[in-house]
């Protein structure tokens, strides 16, 4: 098997093979190469490490047919230069007897991008040389402390490039890493957790990480009965993460409009322009935001209420979902913004909350609570009811009393009930916005910032024994 020597050889012979075909409507293809490294660490003690590497390509190929415009989309690994034509025709095939797509448009029209033909960069083992040598020393502290570390970190490069044979020809290198750390009591009675995503690694402290797992367990050395019941709660960024992710993500303006999601106005509509809260927060997504970058243009393999093939490689910049509290706008593609009368609002791949002023960290906000409960982890989050958003999950890894402002012992994990959109309602104080991994999505969704906030009667519906 040979294999074209670039991915713009491979974009390029997929595409002609594409027009080839006098049923051909319209295709479009994604080449993505991947290179990665990761490290893994379990009772202090070093486990795995690794690097890994692979290419995909895409083709999403629109024909005519008797019926209207119909798509197939296939994925291949491992393609070489003999094996894109059967790809294309595969794609074809599964187009001709597929239904037709609603969404079926003409592609955007797009240029050549300055660095379409440059190759892709690679991530390796040099990228986790600080925070290894970082890590070494946190494991032998933990161990002289009677703790335990457990963790996970990775990073890897993915550059993608797109064509389509409306001439789009677009390129994008995303460089991301995660850290995971969990802490455990040598009894196992204790644990806690702490996660950050980052590009590069140069702005993970291990130590600092570290830190963070000695105080929250040391916070765990009292146990404190408390039942179920609402409580005023502070949520740190990850947990604020994880909530806003999923409000995110159930944000589509086709459901809101079909009545279908907490989005939508009761008696038809969206709610755009309602207000969500009187608090001043603000929830948008920029391709550009600093240390959160994301491609600028619509970039999907799939056709979704979020995003259709069909509008592949249009400008994305800046969209504001929630401004000074107000729903502002709503994710649509071209097919959606024109049945909900909705403008064109593409969605982007990372997400910011902001308090307008809000400033202090999560120890400023946890000094502003009398009484309550922080919790610094949630998990297992399932959505109950579509049309309120109403989320049920569990907290896991440390959730605390708070008296007078501090921390004054550890409880039990609680099962909670919580509609994040209902909840912003509810916001008590709000503070300094910052990078965020939600411990849940961060794996899919791993570009956040958002501030720890205290949201007032939050409902934790029962206690739980999970640990």
């Not at 080449?31 to 290419?55: F, I, K, M, P």
């Not at 995909?56 to 070489?80: H, I, P």
């Not at 690679?122 to 335990?148: H, K």
């Not at 791993?446 to 906030?453: D, E, H, I, K, Q």
């Amino acid at each position: 098997m040979s294999r074209p020597s670039t991915a713009p050889d491979v974009v390029e012979k997929a595409l002609a093979t594409a027009q080839a075909s006098p049923a051909h409507a319209g295709t479009c293809v994604v080449v993505r190469e991947e290179s990665g490294v990761n490290l893994r660490w379990a009772a202090n003690t070093l486990t795995t490490n690794g690097v890994t590497s692979g290419q995909s390509v895409t083709v999403a190929a629109a024909v005519r047919t008797a019926a209207g415009v119909s798509v197939g989309v296939l994925t291949r690994r491992g393609v070489g230069a003999d094996d894109v034509a059967a790809l294309v025709e595969d794609a074809q095939a599964a187009a001709a007897t597929a239904p037709p797509a609603e969404d079926a448009a003409d592609l955007v029209t797009g240029q050549t991008g300055p660095d379409w033909t440059e190759p892709a960069p690679v991530s390796g083992p040099d990228v986790l040389a600080r925070f290894a040598e970082g890590l070494g020393e946190a494991l032998a502290r933990a161990r002289g402390q009677g703790r335990e570390l457990f963790g996970f970190a990775e990073h890897g490069v993915r550059t993608t490039w797109l064509g389509t044979t409306a001439g789009t020809r677009r390129r994008h290198v995303q460089p991301q890493g995660t850290v995971e750390l969990t802490g455990k009591s040598h009894d196992r009675a204790r644990s806690t957790y702490v996660g950050r995503a980052t590009r590069d690694f140069t702005d993970v402290d291990a130590a600092a990480l570290d830190a963070e797992i000695e105080q929250r367990l040391a916070w765990q050395a009292r146990r404190v009965d408390v039942p179920a019941g609402r409580y005023d709660t502070v949520l740190p960024p990850t947990a604020v993460a994880d909530l806003m992710v999923y409000a995110y993500w159930s944000s589509d303006a086709r459901s809101a409009h079909e009545g279908r999601s907490v989005f939508s106005r009761r008696g038809g509509g969206t709610r755009v322009g309602d207000r969500l809260t009187d608090v001043p927060l603000t929830l948008y997504s920029d391709p550009a935001e600093p240390g959160l970058e994301t491609e600028p243009f619509v970039l999907t393999e799939a056709s979704s209420p979020f995003a259709s093939v069909f509008d592949n490689g249009m400008p994305v910049g800046r969209s504001t979902w929630i401004e000074d509290g107000v729903l502002a706008a709503l994710p649509t593609t071209r097919h959606t913004a024109a049945l909900t009368g909705l403008p064109v609002q593409p969605a982007v791949d990372n997400l910011v909350l902001t308090g307008r002023d809000a400033s202090g960290d999560l120890a400023d906000v946890v000094r502003g609570v009398d009484r309550g409960l922080l919790v610094t982890c949630l998990w297992y989050i399932r959505e109950v009811d579509p049309t309120t958003l109403l989320l049920t999950g569990l907290t896991r890894d440390g959730v605390y009393l708070v008296e007078g402002g501090e921390v004054t012992g550890a409880v039990t994990n609680f099962r909670f009930n919580e509609s994040p959109v209902g909840m912003l309602s509810r916001v008590g104080a709000v503070g300094r916005t910052e990078p965020a991994l939600s411990r849940e999505w961060g794996d899919y969704f791993p570009r956040t910032a958002m501030p720890p906030l205290l949201v007032h009667d939050l409902n934790m519906s029962s206690t739980s024994q999970a640990s």
